[in-house]
T-cell receptor, first 114, second 113 residues
Framework: DSGVTQTPKHLITATGQRVTLRCSPR?????VYWYQQSLDQGLQFLIQ???????AKGNILERFSAQQFPDLHSELNLSSLELGDSALYFC?????????????FGPGTRLTVL | DQQVKQNSPSLSVQEGRISILNCDYT??????FLWYKKYPAEGPTFLIS?????DKNEDGRFTVFLNKSAKHLSLHIVPSQPGDSAVYFC????????????FGKGTLLTVNP
């Protein structure tokens, strides 16, 4: 158990809908990262927050947004969902924002868009 | 453009033998490299890392080698155990990119008893 929790574990929804994925980092970790893992793809970095502020942005679509709240939990909002958004979404956390701060991953949320 | 490549989707080895997982990268700005292990239905777990100022880092049965001139790194597992069977991801980051990690597609390692 990494100490990072993600809810829900599974989500099935229809095209055009909007969903929110939630992540609670390990106690004491200030950084939260979101990744997407599609079929046959590696983990694609989406976005990073550090202590409530956006720190780095990756291949995140404009239909996607995220935020980190004062209690350091984070939410990833996916809107106008398309079939291609079906994927595993992982959240990770680390103490700081530098690469040698080991990232601890949650178990992921599997999103299925029908 | 795949900046981190793991060209072998799968690898099968016998228990007790050496497992060698390979990773190539194209971005010369990468200066920190990590290996993660992932079991089914779980998130990736950090395994070992190496900074570009080193060419080797060892942690128990796991050793990572970095060849900067060839833009190549490898993970050696000796001796391999059935519990090592998992997907292994290579990842890299660059100081100028705010340290975001770029992952390869992973290699499925199967260690046969």
């Amino acid at each position: 158990d990494s100490g990072v929790t993600q809810t829900p574990k599974h989500l099935i929804t229809a095209t055009g809908q909007r969903v929110t994925l939630r992540c609670s980092p390990r106690s004491g970790d200030l950084s939260v990262y979101w990744y997407q893992q599609s079929l046959d793809q590696g983990l694609q970095f989406l976005i990073q927050y550090y202590n409530g502020e956006e720190r780095a942005k990756g291949n995140i679509l404009e239909r996607f947004s995220a935020q980190q709240f004062p209690d350091l939990h984070s939410e990833l909002n996916l809107s106008s969902l398309e079939l291609g958004d079906s994927a595993l979404y992982f959240c990770a956390s680390s103490v700081g924002g530098a690469p040698n701060n080991e990232q601890f991953f949650g178990p992921g949320t599997r999103l299925t868009v029908l | 453009d795949q900046q981190v490549k793991q060209n072998s989707p799968s690898l099968s080895v016998q228990e007790g033998r050496i497992s060698i997982l390979n990773c190539d990268y194209t971005n010369s700005m990468f200066d920190y490299f990590l290996w993660y292990k992932k079991y089914p239905a779980e998130g990736p777990t950090f395994l070992i890392s190496i900074s570009s100022i080193k060419d080797k880092n060892e942690d128990g049965r796991f050793t990572v080698f970095l060849n900067k001139s060839a833009k190549h790194l490898s993970l050696h597992i000796v001796p391999s155990q059935p519990g090592d069977s998992a997907v292994y991801f290579c990842a890299a980051s660059a100081r100028g990119s705010n340290y975001k990690l770029t992952f390869g597609k992973g290699t499925l390692l199967t260690v046969n008893p």
